[in-house]
């Protein structure tokens, strides 16, 4: 397995397949009455967290507890730490010194995991880094979509909105690319780059011409924050136009789903009803984060490497 | 010997007495003087800089005028331009004069001024042009560099004015609001990255504007940094209908493209950014074929933990002055882009003609012995720490590059003997 995960041009098919079939196996951690497995007992795992963040957060540290790791919780609002306080290098370099496993990373700065996995000898995680990649999202996405459908060949999925900015749509658009999937990025051209021509998908500015032949209908998030920028007139037409209501699902295939990568924003990019029709496998995602991150962090941190006999315990002989 | 200003081109000796050249001829007789055997080697003028950020005053951890001067020197400059960025900014006569004359208390190379165009650097209110003309300093190229002009009537009325000192009006073209936050060229890499891209038309449009407004004035316009095959095109065109205009490319602009930054090191980062390889090839072109007039190194130390941060807060900007002749001949020479001539002329004889400076840039008996002796052949690899500079961020720490200098004098007298900078007491 590799040792970081920045993003997922690491990862080939056979080895995102690998993850969620682990991930499956732990899965079933959640439902007995004590979950927990020793696997990762005496490690460390640190959340360095320059972002405010809550469900990744909480998967991440929720899945090392659940592998007996333990959990260092580090957050910074990353404007505070640059006026004051410690560098980003330098609280990597405490980490490290304090013996740190492996390193879970969001920041706003695009290629911040790069950075630290060049200054640390601990595994580093990608959380989320700027505008670039959110590995375990889309794993998890994978993962959520893999219960559904037995192949991601052909498969036809749909990702609508801010993918310029989104960490969410780069990882997921390599997953699905890599898995087979038939990847269309749909929104105005203000945050559809051109460049995304090249990523092996491919580009629609009308959600109505695509709507109707979708599997999947992956919802990305309006950043409000950025409605001075100028990226489209208002978050009505935005909604008109570009937003998920239930008068568009209608117009969905059977059998077809809705993703969306939380925190939404309802009304704009998707309606109350539609976040909670039976297609919406949206909590779905969120709970499966866990048992995704726990087969990462697994896999990553040797779970599956030889023990001090040279026997590699058997995933399955763990969970008995 | 490579002089073209005199059209010179080929071995012979070279006399230097009392700060000036005094013959040249094959087989010189020693004389009693000190000979220096320079067999193999290329003698020509020394080089001249129109691009560097000395740091001082203000950042005087990061470099000073002393240290660049050195690193100047070991680079076989005898002549560099400092930015006006400083803090304070050079907008008055006061800082002009205090630059130009620790540069002469150096006295490794000649410090020439270029001052502010506006206060501050602020694009607003226009800064003591005539004063700093008239100082001791004697200024004679403007420019706001680390921010273009973005109010185009600022920069007509400024034009306008330095037209009577046939002063310079130098551009870093960057329109503002369509580079805002960029962090790199706008392209491919960017989108993948996720690093907000800077579009190469932020520099084109500046670019167009300046060339307009340079025709609509008759202002002597000198285009920095131009990074892109757009803004090449432009001078191009420019230069075929007679405009007064002159442009500058660096060596990591024509060394580096966009794709070193997918390790996301803040060592690559530089403003303007890296671009893509189309770029770099009309860059090369341009410089081949005298759209572009010199080679400026845009020299721009940065602490070490100013880089050391994460990328989109590090700021921009490389060393230049001990690696741009290797680089040249690396990337520029070898691969038969440019003979050893033109390299010399966009290095030495073209930026001495834009700064005006009379006794710089040329071989000619009787001009003052402004020299540099460099090894075209010699390897090396670049190493960081050893550098003159007080900062470290090269971007080519680690690479093997061709080309060393030698023995660098100024004034006549040496300022690098072996490869090795002398020092204020020895010289």
């Known amino acids: 397995m590799i040792k970081h995960l920045l993003s997922m041009d690491q990862l080939s098919a056979d080895q995102i397949t690998h993850v969620l079939d682990t991930a499956e196996q732990l899965r079933s951690v959640t439902d007995r009455p004590i979950k927990k497995l020793p696997t990762l007992r005496g490690r460390t795992v640190c959340n360095l967290f320059y972002e405010a963040s809550t469900r990744t957060r909480i998967s991440f540290e929720l899945a090392a507890k659940r592998l007996s790791a333990d959990v260092i919780n580090f957050s910074a609002d990353s404007k505070s730490s640059v006026a004051k306080g410690e560098s980003f290098k330098d609280t990597a370099w405490t980490l490290e010194a304090m013996g740190v496993d492996a390193i879970i990373v969001r920041h706003s700065s695009s290629g911040a995991p790069h950075q630290l996995a060049r200054w640390v000898k601990a595994s580093v995680l990608n959380a989320g880094d700027g505008s670039h990649e959110h590995p375990t999202q889309a794993l998890l996405d994978l993962f959520s979509i893999r219960q559904h459908f037995k192949d991601f060949e052909g498969l036809k999925v749909s990702i609508v909105g801010d993918v310029l900015h989104s960490r969410v749509a780069r990882s997921n658009v390599k997953g699905l690319v890599t898995m087979g999937a038939d990847v269309t990025l749909v929104g105005p051209p203000t945050l559809i780059p051109p460049q995304a021509a090249g990523w092996g998908a491919t580009i629609s500015h009308d959600l109505d011409s695509v709507i109707g032949d979708v599997d999947i209908c992956y919802l990305l998030r309006v950043q409000k924050e950025r409605q001075n920028e100028q990226l489209f007139p208002s978050l009505r037409e935005y909604a008109a136009l570009w937003g998920l209501d239930s008068r568009r699902q209608a117009r969905m295939k059977r059998d077809s789903l809705v993703m969306h990568p939380g925190p939404m924003n309802r009304g704009v990019e998707i309606s109350a009803d539609v976040s909670e029709s039976p297609r919406s496998i949206i909590l779905d995602q969120v709970s499966n984060g866990l048992a995704v991150r726990m087969s990462l962090l697994y896999l990553m941190l040797g779970g599956d490497r030889p023990d001090s006999a040279g026997t590699v315990p058997e995933l399955s002989e763990q969970l008995v | ?427």
């Open chain 2, 1 to 427: 010997m490579v002089d073209p200003a005199s059209g010179l081109n080929e071995i012979a000796d070279v006399r230097i007495a009392d700060g000036s050249i005094t013959e040249i001829a094959p087989d010189l007789e020693g004389d009693g003087a000190e000979v220096i055997d320079a067999d193999g080697a290329v003698v020509a003028p020394g080089f001249v800089d129109v691009h560097t950020h000395l740091r001082e005053p203000g950042r005087e951890d990061e470099e000073t005028i002393a240290s660049a001067s050195a690193g100047a020197a070991a680079g076989g400059y005898t002549a560099i331009c400092a930015m006006p960025n400083t803090d304070p900014v050079c907008d008055t006569s006061s800082v002009a004069e205090k630059v130009w004359a620790l540069g002469r208390e150096t006295g490794l190379v000649d410090v020439r001024v270029a001052g502010a165009l506006s206060r501050g650097l602020q694009g607003a209110v226009m800064a003591d042009i005539g004063e700093m003309v008239h100082s001791a300093a004697r200024v004679r190229m403007f420019t706001d560099d680390g921010h273009g002009v973005q109010d185009s009537l600022f920069a007509r009325r400024t034009m306008e004015y330095l037209v009577a000192f046939d002063g310079i009006y130098a551009e870093h073209c960057e329109d503002a609001a369509l580079a805002a936050d960029g962090q790199m060229h706008e392209g491919d890499r960017s989108a993948g990255l996720g690093l907000r891209g800077i579009p190469a038309e932020a520099e084109e449009l500046m670019a167009a504007r300046d060339i307009a407004l340079a025709r609509l004035t008759g202002c002597r316009l000198h285009l920095l940094h131009v990074s892109t095959a757009g803004s090449v095109e432009l001078v191009r065109r420019a230069k075929a209908e007679g405009a007064r205009i002159t442009a500058e490319a660096t060596p990591h602009h024509f060394t580096l493209t966009d794709a070193a930054l997918e390790t996301y090191d803040p060592l690559m980062k530089v403003n303007p950014p890296l671009r893509a390889s189309e770029d770099l090839d009309a860059i090369v072109r341009g410089l081949a074929d005298g759209t572009i007039d010199a080679i400026a190194t845009d020299h721009a130390p940065h602490a070490v933990e100013e880089k050391d941060q994460e990328f989109s807060y590090a700021p921009p900007g490389m060393l230049g002055l001990e690696t741009a002749l290797a680089l040249g001949l690396t990337q520029l020479v070898e691969p038969g882009h440019l003979d050893l001539s033109r390299l010399v002329e966009v290095l030495s004889t073209q930026p001495a003609r834009i700064l005006g400076l009379t006794d710089q840039g040329s071989l000619e008996v009787g001009s003052a012995a402004n020299v540099v002796v460099f090894d075209p052949s010699a390897r090396w690899t670049v190493d960081a720490s050893s550098l003159q500079s007080r900062s470290r961020n090269t971007p080519f720490d680690g690479r093997e590059l061709t080309g060393r200098v030698m023995h660098t004098f100024f004034g006549g007298r040496p300022t690098v003997h072996d490869g090795k900078v002398l020092s204020e007491a020895t010289i």
